[in-house]
């Protein structure tokens, strides 16, 4: 089969190798679509601190169930499917409390341990996540980074009728703001620096675009949410600029869930969060459940997927997708590898 391995930044070599065998309780996927998310990138340019090469990369993903294991119960083959990509301990504090997706010795398929960039993929049932068929593949390709919005938007206690912020309209963004109206949010605003971006982010039906290049952040916050402001941030653009904004924006006893990785460390003022009694909150992937539900509300229609999708590649051009990117940051979302 087919596998692309990136040896060292900025080069993938494609390599024949055999077709790996489902063990006891593993499932063989045939992949079909991978999407390219920010965090590969960061692997493509040598500046991801957890990533050691060669490695195989890709974690979001969608596949067909080529054959299972002994002992598996969940799906057949035939049936539509993707897989959360974390390899845990199981005995750590994190693990035996049920926060997993935080385990002391976590490793991520694509970074720490070996991705999707091949034919054939074998992951565990219990990771395993089925689709109905109504769902495209390349709408399957899009649940895993949907479900980091799933998940990030749970951090709170409630967005039932409040008025929420997005900075950062990427696709991570994007779906922020999505499941954030999914969840009963009242108004949502989205920023960015991009006009690509937030045109894509009306185009999905997010309330109210605000390019903070050329707009008042201050004042378009008023302009979208009058006296009553926002109580709600989510920090999807890792800039300290935009965490500044909410932080000297939000409402007194607001939260800011940061999900941006944040290339240098940024200066909050503490005094603020202290004196307004602001909650700060981090966010790391997600859970199984947050799959399902990303898997319920693309299937129901409330999360829309298909304009996040720029430009899609096949898996022989794996590399000019990468560079397609970094010419073409400002104006693209998600690429996405085609297998089939």
Request: charged share 20%; proline share 5%; glycine share 10%.
């Amino acid at each position: 089969m087919r596998q692309a391995v990136m040896t060292q930044p900025g080069h993938i070599e494609f390599n024949e190798v055999a077709a790996p065998v489902p063990g006891p309780g593993e499932i063989l996927l045939r992949v079909k679509k991978i999407g390219v998310c920010g965090s590969d990138i960061h692997v493509w340019h040598g500046q991801h601190p957890f990533t050691p090469y060669p490695v195989v990369q890709g974690h979001e993903f969608s596949a067909v169930v080529e054959a299972v294991g002994e002992g598996v119960t969940k799906v057949t083959p035939g049936m539509r499917a993707t897989a959360a990509p974390q390899q845990v301990c199981g005995v750590c504090n994190p693990c035996t409390r049920g926060d997993y997706h935080i385990c002391d010795e976590l490793k991520v398929r694509g970074f720490q341990a070996p991705g999707c960039a091949q034919d054939l993929f074998v992951v565990s049932e219990e990771r395993l996540v089925a689709f109905p068929d109504s769902l495209t593949f390349e709408q399957g390709a899009l649940i895993e980074p949907a479900s980091v919005a799933a998940h990030s938007t749970h951090r709170v206690k409630t967005l039932e009728g409040k008025n929420v912020v997005v900075l950062g309209a990427g696709t991570i963004g994007n779906l922020v703001a999505q499941a954030a109206r999914c969840r009963g949010a009242k108004k949502v605003m989205i920023t960015d620096l991009s006009d690509f971006r937030l045109q894509k982010a009306l185009d999905v039906g997010i309330d109210v675009a605000c390019n903070v290049g050329s707009q008042n952040f201050a004042e378009t916050v008023k302009q979208t949410f009058g006296d009553e402001g926002f109580d709600v941030a989510f920090e999807a653009a890792g800039v300290e600029a935009s965490l500044d904004d909410a932080v000297q924006n939000i409402q007194k006893g607001g939260d800011i869930v940061v999900l941006g990785v944040f290339g240098d460390r940024p200066r909050i003022d503490m005094s603020i969060v202290g004196d307004r009694e602001l909650s700060l909150i981090g966010t790391l992937m997600y859970q199984q459940n947050d799959y399902e539900q990303a898997v319920e509300w693309i299937s129901s229609g409330a999360m829309i997927t298909e304009p996040l999708v720029t430009k899609h590649f096949p898996f022989a051009e794996y590399e000019a997708a990468y560079r397609f990117i970094e010419k073409q940051a400002d104006s693209t979302l998600k690429v996405v590898i085609d297998l089939d």
